[in-house]
């Protein structure tokens, strides 16, 4: 019984809250210019690893990693650089490592998937 009651114990620390951004924006010096330059235009998809100071620890790429001139490495060392975020918190309110879903429309064109709350586009 006391090993089932530590299991669901050490289950309960899982985060309550997830990261919450503090600044996701990037700006259209932030198009990759290999990229720009082909006219290439692509949809970026990935997890980030958020540890208990609120910085991106890591970049999993889960749409898009086939896009020509490194698309997928250039909007995750975008993310890292750029942008910031409050770490999450368990249900005790102490700051915990977390993760978030984003993606990256990169646009020449003026045209933007619909608003997710969760894809940020940036435009040549």
């Not at 997830?18 to 990037?26: D, F, G, H, T």
């Not at 020509?68 to 750029?82: E, I, M, Q, S």
Request: glycine share 6%; with cysteine.
């Amino acid at each position: 019984m006391k090993l089932m009651a530590l299991l669901m114990l050490a289950q309960a620390v899982i985060a309550a809250t997830s990261p919450q951004p503090k600044k996701v924006i990037l700006d259209q010096d932030a198009y990759p210019e290999a990229a720009r330059d082909a006219g290439v235009e692509g949809d970026i998809a990935f997890d980030l690893a958020i540890d208990a100071k609120g910085v991106i620890t890591g970049c999993t790429v889960t749409k898009g990693a086939d896009q020509p001139f490194n698309l997928a490495a250039d909007a995750c060392a975008l993310a890292r650089a750029n942008w910031r975020f409050l770490p999450a918190r368990d249900e005790a309110g102490k700051k915990v490592p977390g993760t978030v879903h984003y993606a990256i429309a990169f646009r020449i064109s003026r045209r933007c998937p619909p608003s997710d709350g969760q894809t940020v586009c940036v435009f040549l």
